[in-house]
């Protein structure tokens, strides 16, 4: 229903106008709703949010945090940071044709791997958890979260796959 009030307040338009608001508003709508429920929460808003939007890097530091903290307690669990990055993933693979295809994996699959490799990354006291000081650090890293080395293709190499051509269990 909300989405039907955005397209309902672009004003006087075509039928076929129309026709394709409508279709972008229900694929914008579909690639935020990760879950399938019907309806897109703040998490699923917030990471589709992340991967359209731009912002100051301390902006999007914080920003990144506190979307993967779900519970708000000051942390990033293992499960938060693969919901996040599930979303994330589902998005880019929407949006970037093709990319599904070089990864040779689902957004699932590829979150799971992604977020395990950067708790081996980013917590560096291994206690389970990363901090908002320790997410920031590995952030700023050259192999950490903006840097070219943490990338999902490298986590599915992490696997024990092949990097492009599928996944070996």
Do not use: H
Request: hydrophobic share 40%.
């Amino acid at each position: 229903a909300c989405f039907e009030q955005i397209v309902g307040l672009a004003g006087e338009m075509s039928e076929d106008d129309m026709s394709k608001c409508e279709a972008v508003v229900d694929g914008l709508f579909d690639l935020f709703d990760t879950s399938g429920d019907g309806t897109v929460d703040l998490q699923e808003l917030t990471a589709g949010l992340s991967v359209l939007c731009g912002g100051t890097r301390s902006e999007k530091v914080e920003a990144a945090f506190a979307m993967f903290d779900f519970d708000g307690n000051g942390f990033i669990d293992l499960d938060e940071m693969t919901t996040y990055l599930g979303s994330v993933f589902k998005v880019l693979y929407a949006t970037e044709p093709g990319t599904e295809g070089q990864m040779g994996v689902s957004s699932e699959e590829l979150a799971r791997v992604t977020a395990e490799q950067a708790f081996v990354e980013a917590d560096l006291n291994q206690d389970g958890r990363i901090s908002l000081e320790e997410f920031k650090l590995w952030y700023a890293q050259p192999g950490g979260a903006a840097g070219s080395g943490w990338c999902a293709r490298e986590a599915v190499g992490e696997m024990g796959g092949q990097r492009s051509n599928g996944v070996q269990k």
